[in-house]
C-alpha cells in the first residue's frame, strides 16, 4: 500500500492566524474572514455545494464550498471524502438559520491535509467493536466534553488541596505490600522477585505526614477486579490526602469541602458542556450545601431493612444497597462507623465501641454511591499489630508501616478519592469506562 495517498506532507502555511471554532459562533464574527483547522465530522453534497461539517477541539461548524467558487473537481472530491479527514479552511463568518448553530463558514480556500479513507466508525456499532477502535471512538464529540469535565475535576480537586495547605507528594506505583487487600492485587516481576502495582498510595502518604503533616497525591492506582461491573476500572486515577492530628470529623470536612468545590468549578467552567451531555444541572447543584447528612452504618442498614432489602448488620453494602440508601437523599451523604470486620487492618478502632471502625464513605446520590472511602488510621503500635493478625496479615511485611507507629505516632486520617466515580456522577454517566480514554478490565487492556 501507498501510504504518500494519506498525507499531503507538501502542505505548508505557517503565516496564517488560525481560530478556535467555538469562537466563530458570535455576531461579531459574521464578516470576517478566518481560517480553521480540524477534521471533517460530517459531509453531505447537494448539487454544487458541499456542506462540511468541521470539528476542532473546540466545537464543530458548518463551511459551505460552492463549486462557482472553488471549482466543481474539489465539490466532486469531497463528495467522498473520509469522515476524520484532516483539513484547513479559510473564508468568511457568516450567519445561516439552516447551519447548526446559526453560523457557517464560506469557503473560499479548502485545503485536505491527510485523508481518511474508510474510517472505521461509522454509527450503530456494538461496544466491543468500538472498544477495540477506542483510539479512534475518543474522537466523538461527546468524549471532548466528557474529558474537559474530567480536566476541571482533576484541576479543581488539586486547587482544592493546595489553598488548604497540603502538599502535593509523589509516592511509588510500584509497592511491597497491600493497602487493601489481597484479592485485588496486581503482581508484578520485579527483577525477579515479586511487587504489586499500587492500590493506594494511603501507607506511603501516612509516612510523609511526619514530614510534611498535611499531603495529597493524585496517581493511578490498581484493582484487579474480577467482575466486570458499571463502576469499577482495573486502572483509575487517585485522589488521596492525608492530614496529622486530623481526627475522622475533620478529615470528614475536607472530604465534603473537596467534593462541594469539585463540582461548584466543574457548574462554573464547564457548564455548557454538563448541558450537552444533557446532565440535570438542578440535582447537581444540591451538592453545594454543605455539611453533607451523616449516617451512621447501623442507620443505613435500619433504612435498608425497612426498605426491604435483605441485609444484616455485619454485611458490606455493595453497589445495589448504596444504590437504594443514595435514592434516600439529595446531597451526597458520609457513611460512617462500620463493622471492624468488613474495614482495612489501618482503620481505627472506635475506642469506646471496638466492633466498629473510625471509617467513613462518601456517597454520591442519584444512586451512584460510594466515590470516597476514608477515615481515621490505627495510630497504636500494638492495636494495629493486632488487627493485621487479625485480618490474616503478615506483620513482618508491615514492619516500616508499623514503624510510623513507633517513631512519634500521631492521630492522623486521610482518604481516597476515584476521579471516574466522580466524573461518572457528574457528567451523568451510566459507565464508568465513559470517563477515561482507555479503559481497562479485566479480560481487556487494548489499545
Ligand atoms: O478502596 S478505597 O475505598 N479506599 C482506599 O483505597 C484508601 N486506601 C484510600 C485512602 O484512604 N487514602 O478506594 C477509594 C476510592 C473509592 O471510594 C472509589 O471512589 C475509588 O477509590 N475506587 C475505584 N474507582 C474505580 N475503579 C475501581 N476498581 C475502584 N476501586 C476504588
Keep these: 500500500m501507498d501510504f504518500s495517498l494519506f498525507y499531503r506532507s507538501t502542505w505548508v502555511c505557517k503565516s496564517l492566524e488560525y481560530s478556535r471554532i467555538e469562537e466563530l459562533f458570535s ?140 502538599w502535593e507528594v509523589t509516592p511509588p506505583i510500584i509497592t511491597a505490600s497491600a493497602c487493601e487487600g489481597g484479592a485485588t492485587l496486581f503482581p508484578i516481576d520485579y527483577f525477579g522477585s515479586k511487587a504489586y502495582l499500587s492500590q493506594s498510595a494511603q501507607l506511603y502518604l501516612e509516612a510523609l505526614i511526619y514530614v510534611l503533616e498535611k499531603v495529597f497525591s493524585l496517581t493511578p492506582s490498581f484493582r484487579a477486579e474480577k467482575s466486570r461491573t ?96 443514595t435514592m434516600e437523599f439529595d446531597t451526597p451523604i458520609h457513611l460512617t462507623h462500620f463493622p471492624r470486620n468488613i474495614k482495612s487492618f489501618y482503620m481505627k478502632l472506635d475506642r469506646s465501641r471496638p466492633e466498629v471502625v473510625l471509617g467513613f464513605d462518601v456517597l454520591a446520590p442519584e444512586g451512584y454511591g460510594e466515590i470516597i472511602g476514608g477515615g481515621e488510621r490505627e495510630d497504636d503500635y500494638n492495636t494495629l499489630y493486632q488487627r493485621l493478625v487479625e485480618q490474616g496479615l503478615n506483620p513482618d511485611e508491615y514492619k516500616w508501616y508499623l514503624d510510623l507507629r513507633k517513631y512519634g505516632s500521631v492521630p492522623h486520617s486521610g482518604f481516597g478519592l476515584g476521579i471516574e466515580r466522580v466524573v461518572m456522577w457528574i457528567t451523568g454517566l451510566d459507565h464508568i469506562r465513559e470517563t477515561i480514554p482507555f479503559p481497562r478490565f479485566r479480560e481487556r487492556a487494548y489499545p
Design 27 to 166: 455576531e461579531e464574527k459574521v464578516g470576517e474572514r478566518v481560517c480553521i483547522r480540524g477534521w471533517i465530522y460530517r459531509r453531505s453534497v447537494v448539487g454544487r455545494k458541499a456542506f462540511i461539517r468541521v470539528r476542532d477541539s473546540s466545537g464543530v461548524i458548518q463551511v459551505v464550498v460552492d463549486a462557482s467558487r472553488l471549482g466543481d473537481p474539489l465539490v466532486d472530491e469531497l463528495k467522498d471524502i473520509g469522515l476524520e479527514a484532516s483539513v484547513v479552511v479559510c473564508g468568511v463568518v457568516r450567519k445561516s438559520e439552516r447551519a447548526p448553530g446559526g453560523f457557517e463558514v464560506e469557503a473560499d480556500s479548502f485545503s485536505i491535509i491527510g485523508y481518511s479513507r474508510d474510517f472505521p466508525i461509522k454509527g450503530g456499532e456494538g461496544i466491543d467493536y468500538l472498544l477495540d477502535n477506542r483510539h479512534l471512538w475518543i474522537r466523538s464529540p461527546k468524549y471532548s466534553k466528557i474529558f474537559k469535565i474530567k480536566h476541571t475535576v482533576l484541576k479543581a480537586g488539586r486547587e482544592y488541596f493546595i489553598n488548604h495547605g497540603y
Design 230 to 325: 458499571r463502576r469499577h476500572l482495573a486502572e483509575y486515577w487517585h485522589l488521596e490526602p492525608e492530614a496529622a492530628w486530623y481526627h475522622m470529623d475533620d478529615m470528614m470536612r475536607d472530604a465534603e469541602g473537596l467534593v462541594s468545590y469539585i463540582v461548584e468549578r466543574v457548574l462554573e467552567e464547564r457548564r455548557s458542556e454538563l448541558i450537552d451531555l444533557g446532565r440535570d444541572i438542578e440535582k447537581l447543584k444540591k451538592a453545594l450545601n454543605t455539611p453533607y447528612p451523616r449516617v451512621k452504618y447501623d442507620e443505613a442498614i435500619e433504612i435498608l431493612q425497612k426498605k426491604g432489602v435483605n441485609v444484616e448488620w455485619g454485611d458490606d453494602l455493595g453497589a445495589d444497597e448504596e444504590r437504594v440508601l
